[in-house]
């Protein structure tokens, strides 16, 4: 059994978050759509009203979906088609339990993603974020051969954890800044892709850390994942070296990344994600190592119609009785 079934007429599909309009138009042709015109999160009583009302639920990477909300939807709910790529929001072995498919929409955002990631390394680096504020304060003197100093790129290391699709984009684009390059992964890449990307792989985590000029986390969450980077590790750096965080804020202990980052333990850090986003510690704000962005990694209008295109993709061949693409879980127990 794949999970698969025909729906008589169209689906009922309640999406949680406004996507773009191309995205809802296509979606009020195909289905019985509940569209969130207005943006705002739904809280999480709000998705279980929602998901005891439709064939399909559509959540993104900031909608929690867990064993117990999961367990009050309603009979007719059949798909969570996960806007994004990412599904460790959505509690998997509950669906399975309940014979809910989950889908996603993988690879779509794997060069916007990229590019934000060099963007942060450069901004970083170069110590962006602190001259935009003197800029900003009307504090700037003047140019000065000693003035807001940061680090060039070309000849130092760029240690990448995860070298799935986005580490691999992020290492391409390293290749042209002069990076030599350094990954770890749970699994080692084949010589011949090893080769184009110039990359060496470090099978222990702590001598990538404690070699990398800048570390790139680039990798997904994951229970062995929660903070990856924690107090000891942060240690493990050189003092001069540089965080640059993509992928998911769990997989740094912040408190002790901001106490690095006062103490001057470390050059600096470039930030798209957080712990509790939407509330990023007031202190990652105010340190000027710090270049913060509030995760801009897919928000690109290419990256996420294409994601939205995806996600209706997905609910059309479920409904119609096939299976989805984009299939997050391969079979039922």
Not at 29 to 57: H, K, T
Not at 98 to 105: L, P
Not at 265 to 281: S, T
Request: with cysteine; charged share 25%; proline share 5%.
């Amino acid at each position: 059994m794949d999970g698969s079934h025909r729906i008589a007429g169209k689906p009922r599909v309640i999406v949680t978050r406004r996507l773009l309009p191309e995205n809802h138009a296509r979606m009020k042709e195909l289905f019985d759509v509940v569209l969130n015109e207005e943006d705002r999160p739904m809280s999480r009583d709000q998705i279980i009203a929602a998901m005891q009302d439709c064939d399909v639920i559509v959540p993104t990477v900031t909608d929690r979906i867990d064993g117990e909300m999961i367990a009050a939807a309603g009979d007719r709910l059949g798909l969570i088609a996960n806007f994004g790529a990412g599904f460790e929001h959505i509690d998997l072995a509950a669906a399975d339990a309940r014979k809910i498919m989950v889908t996603n929409t993988p690879g779509v955002f794997t060069e916007d993603t990229a590019d934000v990631t060099m963007a942060l390394i450069i901004l970083a680096t170069r110590r962006f974020g602190a001259a935009a504020r003197v800029m900003r304060g009307g504090n700037w003197n003047g140019w000065g051969p000693s003035e807001l100093l940061g680090h060039s790129l070309g000849g130092k290391v760029l240690g990448i954890v995860g070298m799935g699709r986005i580490g691999q984009a992020v290492a391409r684009r390293a290749i042209g800044f002069g990076l030599r390059i350094v990954y770890h992964n749970r699994n080692r890449l084949h010589a011949g892709l090893e080769g184009q990307l110039g990359a060496r792989y470090e099978p222990d985590l702590d001598r990538l850390i404690a070699e990398a000029d800048v570390l790139s986390l680039n990798c997904p969450a994951r229970p062995e994942t929660e903070n990856l980077l924690d107090a000891r590790r942060i240690a493990l750096m050189k003092r001069n070296a540089y965080v640059v965080n993509t992928a998911r804020g769990s997989l740094i202990d912040e408190g002790a990344l901001v106490e690095a980052l006062v103490n001057g333990k470390l050059g600096g850090a470039g930030l798209d994600v957080y712990r509790n986003e939407p509330n990023v510690d007031p202190r990652l704000m105010e340190l000027p190592n710090v270049i913060a962005l509030p995760h801009l990694g897919s928000a690109t209008f290419e990256g996420r119609g294409e994601a939205g295109n995806r996600v209706i993709a997905n609910i059309k061949a479920w409904a119609d009785g096939h299976r989805p693409p984009d299939q997050v879980i391969s079979r039922f127990k």
